[in-house]
C-alpha cells in the first residue's frame, strides 16, 4: 500500500477556487490509479475524480463536471484536484485514495485500499 497525504483545503467563498494536493511517501506512485472521494457531515462518501497512471483517461462525478480538473506529475509522486466556480454544497472533507491499476475507471470508495486523512474545504455563501 501507499501512504497519502492531502494538503490545500481551507475556506473559500462561493465562486471562488483552491487546489488540492495528494501526495505519495511510496518509493513510485506509478502503479496506481488515484482518485477523489468526498464526504459531507450526514452524507456517504461521494465519487469526485480519479485518473489513471498515464494520466491518459480522467473520471469526474457529475456535480463537478466542467469545474474540477484532476492532474498527476508521477516524477512529484503528486496528484491534484483543481476546483474552480466553487458552491456551498462542495463543502466536504476531501479524501484522495490510491488502487492498483487494474481497477481503473472504478468510482467505488469500497475498491481503493490506500487512503488519506482528508482535506476540509469549506465553501462560504
Known amino acids: 500500500q501507499v501512504q497519502l497525504a492531502e494538503s490545500g483545503g481551507g475556506l473559500v467563498q462561493a465562486g471562488g477556487s483552491l487546489r488540492l494536493s495528494c501526495a505519495a511517501s511510496a518509493r513510485t506512485f506509478s502503479p496506481y490509479y488515484v482518485g477523489w472521494f468526498r464526504q459531507a457531515p450526514g452524507k456517504e462518501r461521494e465519487f469526485v475524480a480519479a485518473?489513471?497512471?498515464?494520466?491518459?483517461?480522467?473520471y469526474y462525478g457529475n456535480s463537478v463536471k466542467g469545474r474540477f480538473t484532476v492532474s498527476r506529475d508521477n516524477a512529484k509522486n503528486t496528484v491534484d484536484l483543481q476546483m474552480n466556480s466553487l458552491r456551498p454544497d462542495d463543502t466536504a472533507v476531501y479524501y484522495c485514495a490510491a488502487t492498483s491499476e487494474y481497477a481503473r475507471g472504478s468510482v467505488v470508495p469500497a475498491d481503493f485500499g490506500s487512503w488519506g486523512q482528508g482535506t476540509q474545504v469549506t465553501v462560504s455563501s
Open positions: 485518473i489513471t497512471w498515464t494520466g491518459s483517461r480522467t
